[in-house]
């Protein structure tokens, strides 16, 4: 159990309403939940309102304690990194073009989900843009815009040029060749949307139990029995909601299967008017650019700007120092304007990478009484709330969508799993070639 993780959404929070305490004693429950961020909680939030059953959460550290309360807070229509063309030619047109629905049904989930809870967390106008990095990707996403609207039949998507993204007030400075613009997709406080879910969960009865990790998962017949510090919880159903905090020790069927990788976020202090004129940021969009290891910003409702991306493997003081200094420095070489402005608060959190590059929902195989939703790839916000809700309607024998493999086939295991971490590291190093020459 760790204490909360010091960043910018943890001192700008509404409180935490949910009643989550640590469990004291046994209970017995329809389904566990285990995980208590944005997938966990509309799982639960599902099984209770929905299904009518009894429900417990279990969460390790507080609600909203991982990548919910840690991320950009980007609503987003990403489905994972397997890119358009290669999803037609592996997936078939179907497929693709179910997964672009999946991707916007998912952003409708978070809007009707804070429209319907009452949710207060800064929920901005819709609007998401992938910027080319260099030059050189402009063509790349100008064939991305076809591939969309031609392929694949969706028309949500415009590329702005150089000159509109100026004219526009969405973009300037060296690294703003041209852009796609979704045109759904939008910015929130994320730790206020895990509190106000967790909030919205307590209205339907659900138990919800912080500082509660699971030290250990056994069955007794039918029943799973899920052994933490405080007492034990028998379920009939469980649902693994932990994404790049999936304990492998619990359960064989998760070993190897997730790979947790380090993203990284500064905030600044409030930029002057001026500042914000020479950044060309004139609206509250969000944005990440063409990079394999991308970089992600968007302007905050106090004028600050947020500022990630994906970088370390190990979490050490020093290796953390020097992240943090390499976004200030990635800042600086955006927008000259502003070198040598600095941060005010730094933090990293993981993501959950899986091995085909596709976030999974689903159930065990050969066991039924277990679902998951996992492995977002970073784009979780809008994913995770979605999929929650599919994996509570999975264990309950409800028909879901099988029409994408991410909601049809398992989450494959990584090959010689001891080696992520190297894995990763390998990657950083060959992104990191790539990003700087092409």
Same mark, same amino acid.
């Given at each position: 159990?760790?204490?909360?993780? @010091?960043s ?5 929070? @509404? ?5 989550? *305490? ?13 995980g208590?961020?944005?997938? !966990?909680l509309?799982a639960?939030?599902? +099984?209770?309102?929905v ?6 959460v279990?969460? =390790? ?12 807070g ?6 994972g990194?397997?890119?358009? #063309?290669e999803?037609? *030619?592996?997936?078939? +047109?179907?497929?693709?073009? @179910?997964?672009?629905?999946?991707g916007v ?15 207060e967390?800064? @929920?901005?106008?819709?609007? =998401?843009?992938?910027v ?10 100008? #064939? ?9 039949g ?6 702005l040029?150089?000159e ?18 979704f045109?759904?997709?939008?910015g929130l ?11 919205a969960?307590t209205?339907? !009865?659900?138990?919800q ?6 030290v250990?998962?056994?069955? #007794? ?16 159903k469980?649902?693994?909601?932990t ?16 790979l ?6 500064v905030?600044? *202090? ?25 970089f992600?910003?968007?302007r ?8 990630? !991306?994906?970088?370390?493997v ?8 020097? *992240? ?32 085909d +590059? ?15 939703a996992?492995?977002?790839l970073?784009?979780g ?9 599919l994996a509570?309607? +999975?264990v309950?024998g409800?028909?879901?969508?099988? #029409?994408?493999p991410v ?8 090959p010689?799993? =001891?080696?992520?971490?190297?894995y ?15």
């Amino acid at each position: 159990m760790t204490a909360a993780v @010091a960043s910018y959404w943890e001192d700008t929070a @509404a409180l935490d309403e949910s009643g989550a *305490r640590p469990l004291d004693g046994d209970r017995q429950v329809e389904v566990a939940v285990i995980g208590g961020g944005y997938t !966990g909680l509309t799982a639960a939030l599902r +099984l209770a309102g929905v299904h009518g059953v009894d429900v417990a959460v279990l969460e =390790a550290n507080r609600i909203g304690w991982g990548a919910s309360g840690r991320n950009s807070g980007f609503a987003l229509t990403s489905v994972g990194k397997v890119g358009l #063309d290669e999803r037609i *030619r592996k997936w078939g +047109l179907e497929a693709a073009r @179910a997964s672009v629905r999946l991707g916007v049904d998912a952003v409708e989930t978070v809007r009707e989900l804070i429209r319907s809870e009452a949710i207060e967390c800064d @929920a901005q106008p819709e609007g =998401a843009l992938t910027v080319a990095h260099r030059d050189e990707r402009v063509a790349e996403l100008k #064939d991305r815009v076809r591939t969309y609207r031609e392929g694949l039949g969706y028309d949500g998507v415009d590329f702005l040029s150089r000159e509109q993204l100026e004219r526009d007030g969405y973009l300037r400075g060296p690294a703003a060749g041209g852009a796609i613009r979704f045109r759904t997709g939008f910015g929130l406080h994320p730790l206020k949307y895990a509190r106000g879910l967790a909030k919205a969960t307590t209205r339907r !009865g659900v138990a919800q139990f912080d500082r509660t990790p699971v030290v250990s998962w056994q069955r #007794d017949g039918s029943t799973h029995v899920l052994a933490t510090p405080g007492g034990t919880v028998r379920a009939r159903k469980v649902v693994m909601a932990t994404n790049g905090y999936t304990p492998e020790h619990l359960h064989p069927y998760f070993r190897g299967r997730v790979l947790p990788a380090a993203s990284n976020i500064v905030v600044t *202090r409030p930029l002057t008017a001026a500042e914000w004129q020479e950044v060309g940021m004139a609206t509250t969009q969000v944005y990440s650019d063409t990079r394999r290891l991308l970089f992600y910003w968007r302007r905050l409702p106090d004028d600050r700007l947020l500022f990630g !991306g994906r970088s370390g493997v190990f979490n050490t003081p020093p290796a953390l120092a020097r *992240r943090r200094k390499w976004l200030e420095a990635a800042i600086a070489d955006k927008w000259p304007v502003l070198t040598g402005i600095g941060s005010e608060w730094f933090w990293h959190g993981n993501v959950g990478l899986s091995y085909d +590059l596709i976030p999974h929902m689903n159930t065990v195989e050969g066991d039924p009484t277990i679902a998951y939703a996992m492995a977002y790839l970073g784009s979780g916000v809008a994913l995770s709330s979605h999929c929650g809700g599919l994996a509570a309607d +999975l264990v309950m024998g409800k028909a879901v969508p099988r #029409d994408t493999p991410v909601t049809s086939t398992e989450i494959p295991r990584f090959p010689l799993p =001891a080696l992520r971490k190297a894995y990763l590291a390998g990657a950083y190093l060959a992104y990191g070639i790539e990003d700087r020459w092409r």
